[in-house]
Nanobody, 126 residues
Framework: HVQLVESGGGPVEAGRSLRLSCKADGFTYLRNCMGWFRQAPGKAREGVAAINSDGQIVYAESVKGRFTIFKDYGERAVILQMTDLKPEDTGFYTC?????????????????????WGQGTQVTVS
């Protein structure tokens, strides 16, 4: 039984930081790409950051320099460290896993191709 469980969301003031965690269980955690997506009210879901099994990373332009994605191997988790949060970062954040990397890393920010999805966690920046 494959499970992705997110945690760490909540309300936060603009300029502050939050750390989201996505714990993986039930599959080969290190395999392929894992990513974080978010959906703001009234908008389509968008890719925020993704990391491949060899550590290659891609970020959405809107979060470059502020967000960091990395793997916590001990916890079998993918972490999204968010700093200097802005109101436009508000959204429902969901992690996804097990995407074949292909040859175009920017496509890891696309929803298509991910096998597993978590339930998500809300981030509200005011």
């Amino acid at each position: 039984h494959v499970q992705l469980v997110e945690s760490g969301g909540g309300p936060v003031e603009a300029g502050r930081s939050l750390r989201l965690s996505c714990k993986a269980d039930g599959f080969t955690y290190l395999r392929n790409c894992m990513g974080w997506f978010r959906q703001a009210p009234g908008k389509a879901r968008e890719g925020v950051a993704a990391i491949n099994s060899d550590g290659q990373i891609v970020y959405a332009e809107s979060v470059k320099g502020r967000f960091t994605i990395f793997k916590d191997y001990g916890e079998r988790a993918v972490i999204l460290q968010m700093t200097d949060l802005k109101p436009e970062d508000t959204g429902f954040y969901t992690c996804a896993a097990d995407r074949q990397p292909g040859v175009i890393p920017s496509r890891w920010l696309w929803e298509i191709g991910y096998t597993y999805w978590g339930q998500g966690t809300q981030v509200t920046v005011s």
